[in-house]
């Protein structure tokens, strides 16, 4: 029995000293460098303070915050509306053919996003496809820009994010006891009260799981707001961009990080309590 | 009566569900048909044509940037997926009190932001003095490609009878060996699945790259993403199009080994 814990000890000790090295250390040093003042050239003095986490409450910074965080919510409220009955129609088919729709929405997943974004650029730029077809269908004269636009911005964050609110709508209306809509159904209650009533109050944990994997990389996403907004918009993310490669300042950089960082561990503390109550306490 | 209903219903959602699909094949079918276009602009389709394959392989820094990719993808996931599968054996082995804790900051980088993954790597590989380039790419795709392996080996291990490796031991082999003759080849479909997502998810990654790459060193997706910024030429389609290729066979590879994963299981 010690034996294998010895090997299991040898296993183990790749992952964990690479995880301790690489994915602990540096969100350490992040924590560190937050606090750490920065060099008026470039680098760091190592001296305490808090400046950093006030520079981001100064105006122009705030502004950027509320701009990302608004962009967040309105993106991920259209990506409910329009991946929630994918989810729940995909959940609904038959099973053969739920495998086969669940690769088709795989497959784009995995292409790289800007390919894709390419191709919308390609089909919305002024002299772009859609301009085309409409001119020669003599809709209208003179082409529209699409592009650069905060739509444009919208609409790419949810293109690119959808897949990952109808995955989670879908694993939980597929988990779901259909019978229970049955059930209400032959009590009385109409469609609509008895999906209200019984199949959204289900999938919900799903709704929420797909909101905070759909609004927290929207927080981040700073190439699609570079490529179609064609720097309109500033998000943080591009903000973080920024301060990191021509501002040099590093520190503030780590600051507005680590502010994302808690406002995402926030979230998903704020999901589980929500939806997995039980298992939580199971744990515990 | 009721079964109209269900009818009209399963129409609506029919057609929903094919205008979705609709526009989240359409841009990548038109990268992939405008790849082959003779004429510039991306309008109309002329004439069929391969120059722009042509162009870029003329091209010395794309296929430098194609190289590097490639080298980065398959190294990335052979070596994690060596820390990842190592990992998830030992891990379901051992029952210490960190063991949640180091399960959480093993897939931390799954949950992080790229952004802030990327920003902090750099700033953390500045710090210990390594020169950006290949290495730190290494190092960088190496941290989000665990996870992956971590998980779907983990996964696979939850599914599996502990008694079979045991059994081993007791007739007398070798904890090496009960490990190699039993353990991995059963979990060995994970393992596959596990590297070849992490590969697909290695030559997709901008934003962390972007960060780490250095000024000397670029890869496929972070040559895309400067050309769409600073202007567009057709050779990004076919570079589009052949970025396209490797991941898709790569994931007809996913699928066809977790199909025989999943025969084996059966049987």
Not at chain 1, 74 to 80: D, F, N, P, Q, V
Not at chain 1, 131 to 146: A, Y
Not at chain 2, 5 to 33: C, D, E, H, T, W
Not at chain 2, 88 to 97: C, Q
Request: one cysteine or more; charged letters at 15%.
């Amino acid at each position: 029995m010690r034996r294998r814990k010895f090997g299991a000890l040898w296993m183990i000790l790749p992952l964990y000293v690479f995880t301790l090295i690489f994915v602990a250390g540096p969100l350490i040093y992040m924590i560190a460098l937050s606090f750490a003042e920065a060099n008026e050239v470039h680098g760091v003095n190592w001296i305490f303070t808090l400046d950093n986490y006030r520079k981001i409450l100064e105006p122009v910074y705030l502004d950027t915050f509320l701009q990302s965080f608004r962009l967040a919510v309105t993106s991920t409220a259209i990506i409910c509306l329009v991946g929630y009955p994918f989810g729940y129609f995909m959940a609904r088919m038959p099973e053969s053919r739920r495998k086969k729709t669940m690769l088709f929405l795989m497959l784009p997943f995995w292409v790289n996003s800007l390919i894709r974004l390419y191709g919308w650029i390609i089909i919305l730029q002024k002299k772009g496809i859609l301009n085309h077809i409409l001119q020669s269908l003599g809709l209208i004269e003179k082409p529209i820009s699409f592009l650069y636009s905060y739509p444009a911005i919208v609409f790419g964050m949810v293109y690119a994010l959808l897949p990952f609110m109808i995955l989670s709508v879908y694993s939980s209306a597929e988990k779901m006891d259909w019978s229970l809509v049955e059930a209400a159904r032959d009590l009385g209650a109409s469609r609509t009260k008895a999906f209200w009533t019984v199949t959204f109050k289900l999938t919900v944990p799903g709704l929420l799981s797909g909101i905070i994997l759909t609004f927290i990389p929207s927080m981040g996403l700073f190439f699609i707001a570079d490529i179609l907004g064609g720097n309109k918009i500033v998000l943080v993310g591009s903000l973080i961009q920024e301060q990191m490669t021509r501002a040099g300042n590093w520190p503030f950089a780590a600051a507005m990080a680590v502010v994302m960082m808690v406002l995402t561990t926030i979230m998903i503390v704020m999901y589980r309590r929500i939806s997995h109550v039980k298992e939580v306490e199971g744990i515990g | 009566m009721n079964e109209n209903r269900m009818k009209k219903n399963s129409k609506f959602a029919g057609f929903y569900l094919g205008l979705i699909f609709f526009l989240m094949y359409l841009p990548i079918g038109v990268v992939v048909v405008f790849s082959f276009n003779e004429s510039k602009l991306p309008v109309r389709f002329t004439s069929f044509s391969t120059q722009w394959y042509e162009k870029l392989f003329h091209n010395s820094a794309m296929l430098e940037a194609l190289c590097n990719s490639l080298i980065l993808g398959v190294l990335s996931c052979l070596i994690s997926a060596v820390i990842g599968t190592l990992g998830a054996v030992g891990l379901s082995r051992i029952h210490w009190k960190t063991k949640g804790v180091m399960e959480y900051i093993s897939i931390l980088p799954l949950m992080t932001p790229e952004i802030i993954l990327g920003m902090v790597l750099m700033a953390f590989f500045y710090m210990l003095n390594l020169p950006f380039g290949m290495l730190t790419l290494l190092i960088g795709h190496t941290i989000f490609c665990v996870p992956y392996i971590l998980m779907e080996v983990k996964a696979r291990l939850a599914g599996m009878d502990p008694a079979l490796e045991e059994a081993a031991r007791d007739l007398g082999a070798s904890p090496f060996r009960a490990f190699q003759d039993i353990t991995l080849p059963l979990i060995m479909p994970a393992v596959l699945s596990g590297s070849l997502l992490a590969f697909a998810m290695s030559m997709d990654d901008v934003v962390i790259s972007i960060f780490i790459n250095g000024p000397k060193v670029s890869t496929l997706p972070i040559k895309v993403y400067t050309q769409l910024k600073t202007g567009v030429t057709p050779e990004i389609n076919a570079l589009c199009t052949i970025m396209l290729g490797v991941t898709l066979i790569a994931l007809v590879l996913y699928f066809l080994v977790r199909r025989i994963g999943k025969k084996n299981r059966m049987e």
